[in-house]
């Protein structure tokens, strides 16, 4: 669909309704706002959903605290924009409202994307949905407010790692520098999304770091939190985002997992890797789904012990079967 096609399309309808998945991140968020905001300039009425709670770190953005956790049944007849998710599942709840007789427009990034819109703007090759929208906004002629570079960047530099992750690209950049320009801080946007945290949380990961187990290889490692400890800290589960990455990021380590146990039975599993094991693959084989270097999934019915096991079981032997597969990767005694 083309800039011609999108304004008939934003011509033809007064209310904009914006969506966005479930957990959202900056991505997720930054570009709902962004949107939101340009179409309201443009003279739109927009309302933002997203199902379940905005984490507490994005409270700066502007415009946060109208985003409604419930999309009502009777809403005027108006355009959805689903942005940022592959499929209609990553609208949980809201999924089946949003079906029901209105026009879809679906804008994302993701490689899964099942083109599930009435119109779809899928560019598999952006860093983030926030830079989809930077190029709508200027494709349109709609205006680039430095509020608006703001909620962009928060979304092009929480899906690139702050401008570390492969998808870094000069065009990436190049809009990144044209957002400063319009006023954005990044110190500040550092500050608020990537190393500020609440007291609970670094209670969290200390008491986390504490139960760090290694194989003997030294290639996997795991830790493991309850949910009562949640409860003890007055903590959320948002707060337990990158504990993973700590086990991983160990010299030598390939594969992270971290184990949450819920109050319900459940175990909840965050898988990273690497360089070689597909932890996609992984979780999938549990139910889950996800990445070949992140993934996840949910384990019922076992002891928590018995669930563990089973998982670090099953990266070992995905662990032995890449190593087969690469001779030269298999030094053990790193
Ligand atoms: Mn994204």
């Known amino acids: 669909m083309n800039s011609r096609e999108i304004s008939e399309l934003l011509h033809a309808h007064e209310n904009v309704y914006i969506l966005t998945h479930i957990l959202p991140d900056g991505d997720a968020i930054g570009s709902a706002l962004a949107w939101g905001t340009a179409l309201r300039h443009h003279g ?19 415009g946060v605290v109208a985003i409604e956790n419930q999309f009502p049944a009777n809403l005027p007849l108006g355009l959805v924009f689903v942005l940022d998710c592959g499929d209609l599942e990553r609208l949980d709840y809201m999924k089946e409202r949003v079906q029901s007789g209105l026009t879809i427009v679906n804008i994302d990034h993701h490689a899964t994307n099942n083109y599930f819109g009435d119109y779809n703007i899928v560019d ?6 926030g830079e989809m929208i930077y190029q709508l906004i200027q494709e349109n002629n709609l205006l680039l407010s430095k509020e608006i ?6 979304a092009i530099a929480s899906d690139t790692g702050s401008f570390k992750y492969a998808n870094t690209t000069p065009r990436v950049l190049k809009i990144a520098s044209l957002l400063l320009e319009n006023g954005v801080d990044p110190s500040l946007v550092s500050q608020k999304i990537f190393d500020e945290y ?15 187990q290694l194989d ?12 009562d400890l949640l409860e003890s800290y007055g903590a959320k589960e ?11 990021n160990i010299n030598g380590v390939e594969v992270g997992i971290f184990f949450y146990h819920t109050r319900n039975g459940e175990t909840k599993v965050g898988f990273r890797s690497k360089a070689v094991v597909d932890v996609g693959a992984v979780a999938a084989s549990f139910g889950g789904g996800g990445h070949p270097r992140a993934a ?6 076992w002891e928590n012990n018995v669930a563990m096991d089973k998982v670090i079981q099953a990266v070992r032997e995905a662990l032995l079967e890449t190593e087969t597969l690469n001779p030269e990767k298999c030094d053990l005694r790193r």
Not at 44 to 61: D, H, N, Q, T
Not at 124 to 129: E, F, I, N, P, W
């Open 124 to 129: 598999k090759s952006a860093a983030a949905t």
């Open 149 to 154: 570079s703001l909620c962009l960047y928060v």
């Open 44 to 62: 739109k009425k927009v309302r933002i959903f997203c199902p379940g709670v905005v984490p507490r770190k994005y409270a700066f953005l502007p």
């Open 238 to 248: 948002e707060e337990l985002e990158g504990f993973v990455n700590y086990g991983k």
């Open 296 to 301: 996840g999934c949910t384990i019922g019915g």
């Open 198 to 212: 609440p007291l609970s949380t670094v209670f969290l990961l200390r008491d986390t770091l504490n139960t760090l």
């Open 216 to 227: 003997q290889s030294l290639r996997i490692a795991w830790m493991s939190l309850h949910e």
